[in-house]
């Protein structure tokens, strides 16, 4: 045998014998959960006083497999077709892992506990902020400061006594990752960060865990079934991964969060919700043998857009299956659960760090409190200056500075840069047109008044006041041009506490 032959076949006896692992792994599952059930239908419990309850009677006495207050709750969906008596039963014995406990886990997780899950996880570590009510449907203002997930477990147990609740009360990382979702036969990403997603797929690829991926942002969303069916790396039977739909993470400074660019709660309600009915599709729909087929999903990969001022609302693309060069799921995967554990798979550096940069100066930044001490009414004509609020107009309209003008950054960075150096160099009389946005006393050359940028939190003043100075505005460096450092969030702290927070 050549050396290539002898290199494939050993990689077909690692995808062999990691496929016979995860066999093995749903068998004693099963077995897990039949000899539950055995123990459930053969003991008696009895009560403090000594008798066994009506409950209890049900559990040890009735030939009916599931509880009569269980075919009263799940009927009207046990009768639906597709569903039956075997997918509650498979419902039952499931055990689903939800990440995150905000606007997409919420509506996740109270669809799935409705459903009958046997046991439902949920993983956050972040506590609840008044901003999140709006659409985190699972809290209540009572329990604003309290950590998510025990918010949202306190809402299910009330819901549905059944199922089994696990919290996990921090942020996921590559460490506790594989020891989390090992326990588990489904997960949910529902999550806002790149990084989080993408060490959420590697995970689940590695443990053999097919995976329900939502996002929400402003007036739209996507749905994806990833690693379904789930087979071992180097397996092309398996489903793709987030990195064969993403193979590489966006640019750090274009992902935008819901903090900055906003979201309407019926928009993540509905991805939230859709999750929970994929994942109810992916329980009911598992094969009831032992075969490599099992788990397999009737529905080909698909990634469904969806879009609340569009019509039609869904548009759906189909997805390829595994990428042959893939880092997690491929023959020739480079992402290990040990290179996971060991933290030697850098989610930050892969993704960028969301730290933002500074790209002024100190020079070319003042504080709030600096700007307010000196530019304090009265305006004299010594104080005069051109302040520009570059958040979008619908933030603008919320809140602004006095007399404060509005040109919003996505004008600012799609307008045309400055013409080359070159060119200017060897045409210096002619003056480069400048942009629509910009108001014609701001670039009139007889201006020498100083020009501040604001925005919300700091990062888009100075990207904005690089685009003024590559303009020439600043006359060489006669003009002041530079930002209030930090923003609004900055100017409610030093300056003013009743500057709306949003």
Excluded at 31 to 47: P, R, W, Y
Excluded at 281 to 295: E, L, M, R
Excluded at 368 to 391: C, F, G, L, M, N
Excluded at 442 to 454: G, L, N
Aim: glycine share 6%; with cysteine; aromatic share 4%.
């Amino acid at each position: 045998m050549s050396m290539e032959d002898l290199e494939s076949r050993c990689a077909s006896l690692r995808a062999q014998i990691a496929a016979t692992e995860t066999q093995l792994a749903a068998l004693k599952r099963e077995l897990e959960s039949a000899e539950k059930a055995a123990a459930v239908a053969a003991a008696g419990k009895e009560d403090s006083t000594g008798k066994t309850t009506a409950r209890d009677r049900d559990e040890r006495t009735t030939k009916w497999p599931l509880l009569k207050e269980e075919y009263k709750r799940y009927g009207r969906q046990m009768i639906v077709p597709q569903v039956g008596l075997q997918g509650q039963l498979k419902l039952r014995s499931s055990s689903v892992l939800i990440v995150g406990a905000g606007g997409l886990g919420c509506p996740s997780a109270l669809y799935l506990a409705g459903a009958g899950v046997g046991t439902l996880g949920m993983v956050d570590g972040d506590a609840i902020e008044p901003s999140n009510l709006h659409r985190q449907v699972l809290h209540r203002s009572r329990n604003v400061g309290k950590l998510k997930v025990d918010s949202a477990i306190e809402y299910l147990k009330e819901l549905n006594p059944h199922p089994k609740y696990v919290a996990h009360r921090a942020h996921l990382t590559p460490q506790d990752a594989p020891e989390i979702f090992k326990d588990y036969d489904l997960i949910l990403d529902c999550t806002d960060n790149p990084a989080t997603r993408y060490l959420i797929s590697d995970t689940a690829v590695l443990l053999g865990k097919p995976l329900v991926s939502a996002s929400a942002l402003r007036t739209e969303g996507q749905l994806m079934v990833l690693n379904n069916p789930p087979r071992p790396p180097g397996d092309k039977s398996g489903g793709p991964c987030y990195r064969c739909v993403f193979p590489k993470p966006p640019p750090a400074d274009s992902v935008v969060s819901c903090a900055d660019g906003g979201i309407l709660g019926p928009v993540v309600g509905t991805m939230g919700v859709l999750q929970a009915l994929e994942a109810i599709k992916v329980i009911t729909t598992q094969q009831n043998d032992n075969s490599a087929n099992s788990n397999v999903s009737l529905d080909p990969p698909f990634l469904h857009i969806f879009s609340a001022y569009s019509t039609p609302l869904f548009r759906t693309i189909r997805l390829r299956s595994r990428r042959p060069n893939c880092a997690a799921c491929s023959a020739n995967a480079t992402v290990s659960l040990e290179s996971l554990r060991s933290g030697s798979t850098d989610y930050v550096l892969l993704c960028g760090s969301t730290t933002p940069t500074a790209l002024l100066s100190p020079n070319e930044r003042i504080t709030p409190e600096e700007y307010q001490k000196k530019h304090a009414e009265p305006v004299s004509p010594s104080k005069r200056h051109t302040v520009i609020d570059v958040r979008e107009k619908v933030q603008f309209d919320i809140c602004s500075l006095e007399n404060s003008i509005n040109i919003p950054i996505s004008k600012i960075i799609s307008s045309a840069p400055p013409r080359p150096q070159e060119e200017a160099t060897t045409h210096p009389q002619a003056q480069p047109p400048m942009p629509a946005w910009l108001p014609p006393d701001i670039a009139s050359p007889e201006s020498k008044d100083p020009i501040y940028v604001v925005c919300r939190l700091g990062n888009d003043s100075q990207v904005a006041v690089k685009r003024l100075k590559e303009l020439g505005l600043d006359r060489g460096g006669e003009r002041f041009i530079g930002d209030i450092r930090g923003g609004f969030r900055a100017w409610r702290e030093e300056v003013d506490p009743d500057w709306p927070e949003y």
